[in-house]
């Protein structure tokens, strides 16, 4: 099934990977605002840029514009969550 790397891929890298930069900070001391802007920065989608690497270099390009597509959209909620969750927080 085709939708369950997909659905993977969105699901760590804007939901899994901010909480693991969040952890991460917190364990060094790091807070304030440059927490915010750390954890925002893990928040983003990945690149789209990526898709002409994966098609020039044989990859599987369908797979990576599905999982930029779905989390470019995922990110329209994702991020403004996340961010509430930093001020309730932090």
């Known amino acids: 099934n085709a ?3 997909v659905l993977i ?7 899994v990977f ?3 930069v969040f952890l991460a900070c917190r364990m060094f001391g790091v807070d304030g605002l440059a927490l915010q802007i750390a954890v925002l920065s893990a928040s983003v989608s990945t690149a789209s ?4 690497l994966a ?6 390009f369908d797979s990576y514009a ?3 597509s779905l ?3 995922v990110c329209m909620f994702s991020i403004p969550l996340i961010l509430w969750l930093l001020s309730v927080v932090t």
């Open 9 to 15: 891929g969105v699901i760590a890298k804007l939901f």
């Open 49 to 52: 840029n990526g898709y002409i």
């Open 66 to 68: 599905a999982t930029a």
């Open 55 to 60: 098609r020039q270099m044989g990859g599987d």
């Open 18 to 20: 901010p909480l693991l």
């Open 3 to 5: 939708r369950a790397p």
């Open 71 to 73: 989390q470019i959209v």
